[in-house]
């Protein structure tokens, strides 16, 4: 062993790393451990079979200083302070990235009957206690809420006309004109929308959304708006500079 050191703190905090992870992993370790006991400690951490590991040690600017190969020395035999990392090498032969995967995972699933009959879940809670979903007083009242909200975009979509020029205010933000290209409702999101071609590029699509085109138009220079937000009007193109940018 080329050298010993001697603290007075019985832990070190270390840095633990891994051929075979992509993540750095912080640990306090008992210096009184050996290799062989601080290897099995590894396995939760890494992944790797403790018989398949191959130590080695980092200073605090990684730099290596030593392989850790004596199973039965102790951690405090060699010169790991605060800060250090420990390398696991991994000569099992699995992958990189292997122990990160986790579509591997078997996932557990239980039937929706089944754990309908079950008597300690947050389903049956919320049952007996008559919340969210299961409390039909409030979930009528969301039922008419949305109606109402429903209804009232509706009657607003029906006064806009496609091709008909317009601003759009919303809240916050600076009031933009452009083109109605679309009135109607849309698989995107639930409710009425309005698509406008903007007059300039201050949109966030092209008429499009998941793949389901609405109107055609320039990159960026589309967005759908709710109805509300949407003023008609006789509204001259504006120049807002854009163009001269460079």
Same mark, same amino acid.
């Given at each position: 062993?080329?050298?010993?050191?001697?603290?007075?703190?019985?832990?070190?905090?270390?840095?633990?790393?891994?051929?075979?992870?992509? *993540?750095?992993?912080?640990?306090?370790?008992?210096?009184?451990?050996?290799?062989?006991?601080?290897?099995?400690?590894?396995?939760?951490?890494?992944?790797?079979?403790?018989?398949?590991?191959?130590?080695?040690?980092?200073? %605090?600017?990684?730099?290596?200083?030593?392989? !850790?190969?004596?199973?039965?020395? !102790?951690?405090?035999?060699?010169?790991?302070?605060?800060?250090?990392?420990?390398?696991?090498?991994?000569?099992?032969?699995?992958?990189?990235?292997?122990?990160?995967?986790?579509?591997?995972?078997?996932? *557990?699933?239980?039937?929706?009957?089944?754990?309908?009959?079950?008597?300690?879940?947050?389903?049956?809670?919320?049952?007996?206690?008559?919340?969210?979903? *299961?409390?039909?007083?409030?979930?009528?009242?969301?039922?008419?809420?949305?109606?109402?909200?429903?209804?009232?975009?509706? !009657?607003?979509?029906?006064?806009?006309?496609?091709?008909?020029?317009?601003?759009?205010?919303?809240?916050?933000?600076?009031?933009?004109?452009? %083109?109605?290209?679309?009135?109607?409702?849309?698989?995107?999101?639930?409710?009425?929308?309005?698509?406008?071609?903007?007059?300039?590029?201050?949109?966030?699509?092209?008429?499009?959304?998941?793949?389901?085109?609405?109107?055609?138009? %320039?990159?960026?220079?589309?967005? *759908?708006?709710?109805?509300?937000?949407?003023?008609?009007?006789?509204?001259?193109?504006?120049?807002?500079? !854009?163009?001269?940018?460079?």
């Amino acid at each position: 062993m080329s050298s010993v050191t001697i603290s007075s703190s019985p832990v070190v905090t270390v840095r633990i790393s891994s051929s075979l992870n992509t *993540f750095i992993a912080e640990k306090r370790l008992d210096r009184s451990l050996t290799l062989a006991e601080l290897k099995c400690k590894l396995e939760l951490v890494v992944g790797s079979p403790a018989s398949c590991m191959d130590l080695q040690l980092y200073s %605090t600017e990684n730099i290596f200083i030593q392989n !850790l190969d004596q199973d039965d020395a !102790l951690l405090g035999s060699y010169p790991v302070d605060n800060g250090c990392r420990i390398h696991v090498i991994d000569k099992s032969g699995a992958r990189v990235g292997e122990y990160e995967d986790l579509s591997r995972v078997e996932k *557990f699933e239980l039937p929706d009957d089944a754990y309908d009959k079950r008597s300690d879940s947050v389903r049956s809670f919320l049952k007996k206690n008559k919340m969210g979903k *299961f409390n039909e007083e409030e979930a009528a009242q969301k039922a008419v809420e949305q109606q109402r909200k429903l209804e009232e975009e509706r !009657l607003a979509a029906a006064s806009i006309i496609p091709g008909s020029r317009c601003e759009v205010r919303v809240a916050g933000q600076p009031t933009k004109r452009g %083109t109605v290209m679309y009135v109607g409702l849309a698989d995107f999101k639930p409710g009425y929308w309005v698509g406008v071609k903007y007059d300039e590029p201050l949109g966030k699509n092209d008429g499009s959304v998941d793949g389901k085109r609405y109107f055609e138009c %320039t990159p960026k220079y589309g967005a *759908f708006v709710k109805p509300q937000h949407v003023a008609m009007g006789d509204f001259p193109e504006e120049d807002y500079g !854009l163009d001269d940018e460079i």
